[in-house]
């Protein structure tokens, strides 16, 4: 059971789970790091290989059910899942420390991603256009690319992975996951729905070990079709080159440095309590759409300011199982070192610490939430992504200057503007560079039967995630003309 620790992750290849050749791993809690929440044994890529050859073979078999047959696996992992719904939201917390409102909101979107993939695959498979002749029909055919290597990053560690393994499944594909190194506890449960769910042997199959072995084998093996990557700039620009050098369909989705921007119309209240929520609270900024940098007019900079300061200083920061808290602690203890350097650097290039950024003196990797006054544009403090509670105010003269600051990031993911002026909104979604752009929402958050992705670095631009779209991806799209 999830709630017995420290769990137990081994391979799942071919229908089985298995060992590993290689080393074990452990897995602590980020609250307190001496406990330890799941030991995994790390694939090797001798293990990937195993693990690729296996979906490869079962590729055919699964590509000749309807997409209807395939739906109704996707429907029984789902209830699998929801049958332990408490223990993986308790593991996720435990594994890597969000919010258990957080994690519970999380365990009920990967439910709620298979079912929904279950219900597309009913109405999925190609559209048939009236010709232009009597005499022919015309259609479009929707077929599977074959092997999908899936790559998954920590913070979202159940819906990540159903978000990609739903549309590959349904559209006919086999897949080879890796979770991150971080998280592969959750990953396994996930894989275990499946398992339960009777998918045939080697449709589905999982190999937890470091991205450099193992992740470069699924990218870089000859049985491996298509790569979808989730996770930082840094791996990802390599994923994607290597997968793109071998001719295989690759979609990287990555890093973010999102702003809200705060107009002298909007309602200053709501502009703090979406700032908390987008940078703060519940992950502790550890999302890639998550708040990082809010562009404030100046007329209002200093009221919103000594607002946010307040509410930030308001939070409870404690144990993510509590449901009173608000923020709880960094996944590991790199991520929390990195928030402190970030810190440091910012301070360093003159901008404000107004509060927080302090490691707490208490067991786990907690810091409390950073908020920076006097924060220019070009500061590394403001450019590049810190992945922790670690806002940014930016203070601008006008709308055409919040604009020019909201898009001058590398990244191109999320950006959001609080206002009650329609002109700013609709100016704003018209110029924002970026996959995902939000009025009076938070940056984060994202409905499944829509589009996902970014620009810029955030994305490789290839292909969407989530909706209907995500399983034009994994599959190729045949032009079948009929004459009589
Ligand atoms: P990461 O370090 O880039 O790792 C992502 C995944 O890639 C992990 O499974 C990792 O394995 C694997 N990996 C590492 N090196 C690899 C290699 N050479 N070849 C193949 N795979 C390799 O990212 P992370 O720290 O897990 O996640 C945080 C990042 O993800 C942030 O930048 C965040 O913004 C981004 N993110 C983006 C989205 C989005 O949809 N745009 C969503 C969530 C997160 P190991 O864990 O074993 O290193």
Known sequence: M????PQRTGLYVDGEWIESTDETITVTDPRAPDEVVAEFAAGTREDAGLAVDAAVAAQDEWASLTSHERGAYLHDAADAL???????????VREMGKCLGA??????????????????ARDYGGDAPPSASDATSIRTRRE???????????????AIPAWKMGPALVAGNTVVLKPASLTPAIGAELVRAFDEAGIP??????????GSTVGDEFVTSEGTDVVSFTGSYAVGKHVQRDAAEMGKRVQCEMGGKNPLVVDASADLDRAVDLTIAGGVSGLAGQACTATSRVVVFEEVAEEFTERLVSAVEDLTIGDPLDPETDVGPKASGSN????????????????????????????GHYVSPAIFGDVDPDMRLAQEEVFGPVISVISVEDFDEAVDVANDVEYGLSAGICTNRLDHAEAFIDRAETGVVKVNQTTGGVEMQMPFGGRKHSSSETYKEQGRQAIDFYSHEKAVYVTR
Request: without cysteine; aromatic residues 10%.
């Open 336 to 363: 929390l070192e990195k928030d402190l350097e970030y810190v440091e650097i910012g301070d360093s290039e003159g901008a404000t610490l107004l509060t927080g950024g302090e490691r707490l003196d208490r067991e």
């Open 103 to 120: 994690a519970e909101g999380e365990t009920q979107r990967a439910i709620d991603l298979l079912n929904y993939y279950a219900e597309v």
């Open 2 to 5: 999830a709630s017995d620790f």
């Open 201 to 210: 042997d080697g449709v589905v199959n999982f190999v937890p070990g470091s």
């Open 144 to 158: 599977p690319l074959g092997t999908a290597a899936l790559i998954t990053p920590w913070n979202y560690p159940i």
């Open 82 to 92: 929801e049958s332990r719904f408490d223990e993986l939201a308790e593991l996720m």
